[in-house]
């Protein structure tokens, strides 16, 4: 395949938390010089779901977000643990943020957030087949919970109303798996 033309020389932990690790690489670049390299490792796997019922609705979830500081509208999602099944990880995330559960699952999209500067890896799932249940907010969590029309939710990511970048591709994915 492709070799990688980075050589690594040394790693420093600069940083950790429950959530992330981040590193500081002494490296020599791809012109064979040398330089740093910082790296954001996230110790959960990122899962979203687009819950599609058979009216062809969806929910979205709105949250303020602290680090971009402003409020975001969202599909619902959440880190589920490495080593721990995605799929479980994902059923409890629609159950905690929205109430519902599905009988029906299907991965539909692998995608890298930021692969210049972290190795966050998220899944993104279709649901379906929907039962509504009560909500299980996390402590952390002030959600609000909007059921839209999917093709109202392709609208805002095209008006570019949702910015979140897993939430746009797992929204467009299902769209065109949908024939939206």
């Known amino acids: 395949m ?3 033309p980075w050589k690594t020389l040394r790693k420093k932990s600069i940083y950790q938390n429950p959530w992330i690790h981040l590193e500081e690489h002494d490296v020599l670049t791809p012109a064979g010089k040398e330089g740093i390299y910082g790296k954001l490792h996230f110790k959960n796997k ?3 779901i687009v819950p599609v019922d058979e009216e062809g609705n969806t929910w979205l979830v709105g949250q303020y ?7 975001s509208w969202e599909i619902p999602m959440g880190g589920g643990p490495i080593g721990l099944d995605l799929l479980e990880s994902a059923k409890r995330e629609l159950k905690e943020e929205t109430g519902l559960t599905a009988a029906k699952w299907t991965e539909v999209l692998r995608i890298h957030t930021s692969n210049s500067v972290t190795d966050e890896e998220g ?3 279709l649901a379906q087949d929907l ?3 009560e ?5 952390t969590e002030v959600l609000q919970i909007k059921k839209l029309p999917f093709s109202e939710v ?3 990511v095209m008006r570019g109303e949702i910015t979140d970048s897993i939430s746009i591709a797992g929204i467009l994915k299902v769209a065109r798996i949908l024939g939206l």
């Open 2 to 4: 492709f070799e990688n």
């Open 46 to 48: 990122a899962m979203a």
């Open 65 to 71: 977000r602290y680090a971009l500081d402003e409020y």
């Open 123 to 125: 899944f993104v799932y």
């Open 131 to 133: 039962t509504q249940g």
């Open 135 to 139: 909500t299980e907010f996390e402590e």
């Open 154 to 156: 392709v609208e805002m």
